[in-house]
């Protein structure tokens, strides 16, 4: 939207706004805000606007609590589902200490780092979300119930597919935000419902992921419903995943890409845990179109990362791994430090594996490598990684290894 501070305390000024609110996430890409009046609003932009950080998990004690929210002018989008006389309207922030520097912990800002790390390199990453998630039903005193919306499947429509009408009220809802809605259906799970999004550079791409999961729930509940985005709400069902479609800008005869994936391929074990941070993330591998083992092929949706059937600016790579307990900001930072590493290195990809890996027999796969099997692995695996320890500050890394 490229606003300056300036615009932005007269556009609240002249649009009747009345609460203002900074946003951020924990570094667990859990979303947390204050709201804070008009007349605050300059001293927010000049002096920043303190919080309690002992009270955010994984931000600090009470010996050093302070930190300091600073609003970036160019997110500054109005809340649709708020009442028209009385705006309310939301800006991303970054998050400094109170001697003026960089939280260290502010993802959003490691984010912005590695993209810059890619731009002295001539690289441009895009990213775009395909984001899965369970719609349940709420009981009369308004908690989540274990029975889903519908039993519909597959892109079906209604009236078996009784989240049509959500998933539009989600999509107009993002299109009043300037967020781009590119497809949503009906997933595979009873319940279970998709919404695509077209690629964008990769801070509004993850800005706009989390803006989603927002969205998503505050609409969901409005109509009585409990929107679930845990990688595997139903034992028995198809769990909900992430895919994140990457592409490389002015890399017009995709040569380039093929390198960056072979960057991503070669350090995704040692980043599954930031890609797939709970303990049920690890029930969604090998199943359900899930991935399990480090492959790639075209359209084959048995690997964990497929080229997908598109041409020209469309073209692109998805990586099928990641759930939507993902913090973007951090799994972004991290797939474009690995394809830089594939780019400047010359990497080749493996040969393709145009084979279903779900059955194929344990003679074939055993060749693979796979995915970490828990929890606890994919810890281990971050843990002993230089390239983690190179790329993400060490308390990070602690915190996510606890």
Known sequence: ??????????????????????????????????????????????????????AVK????EVHSDLLLFPDPDT?????????????????????????????????????????????EGLEFSFGSELEFYLFKLDENGEPTNEPYDRAGYMDI??????????????????????????????EGP????????????????????????????????????????????????GNGYHINISVKNDEHHIILPSVIAGILRYIREITLFLNPSEDSFKRFGQSKAPL???????????LVRIPAATGEYRRAELRSPDPLANPYLAFTLLIYAGLYGYKNGLYLPPVSDLNLFNADESVT???????????????AAKNSAFVREHLPERVIDIYCK
């Open 1 to 54: 939207m490229n606003y300056t501070a300036d615009e932005v305390i007269q556009y609240v000024s002249e649009e009747d706004v009345k609460f203002i609110r900074l946003t951020f996430c924990d570094v667990f890409g859990l979303q947390k805000n204050i709201s804070i009046m008009p007349w605050e609003l300059k001293r927010a932009f000049e002096q920043g606007i303190a919080f309690d950080a002992s």
């Open 58 to 61: 994984s931000f600090g004690n």
């Open 76 to 120: 500054l989008s109005v809340l649709p589902w708020r009442p028209e006389r009385g705006r309310v309207v939301r800006m991303l922030c970054s998050i400094k200490t109170p001697d003026g520097g960089t939280f260290e912990c502010d993802t959003r800002d490691l984010l912005k780092k590695a993209i810059d790390e890619a731009k002295k």
């Open 158 to 187: 209604a009236p078996e597919d009784k989240g049509e009408n959500v998933r539009r009220q989600i999509c107009l809802t993002l299109e009043q935000m300037e967020i781009k809605p590119e497809s949503s259906h009906h997933e």
């Open 191 to 238: 319940g279970q419902n998709e919404i695509d999004f077209r690629y964008s550079d990769a801070l509004k791409a993850a800005d706009d992921a989390m803006a989603f999961r927002t969205v998503v729930k505050t609409i969901a509940h409005s109509n009585g419903l409990y929107a679930d985005f845990s990688p595997k709400p139903i034992a028995d069902a198809p």
């Open 293 to 303: 083992f480090v492959s790639w092929s075209s359209e084959n949706r048995s690997q």
């Open 366 to 380: 055993a060749g693979y490598e796979k995915l970490p099997l828990s929890i606890e692995e994919a810890k281990q």
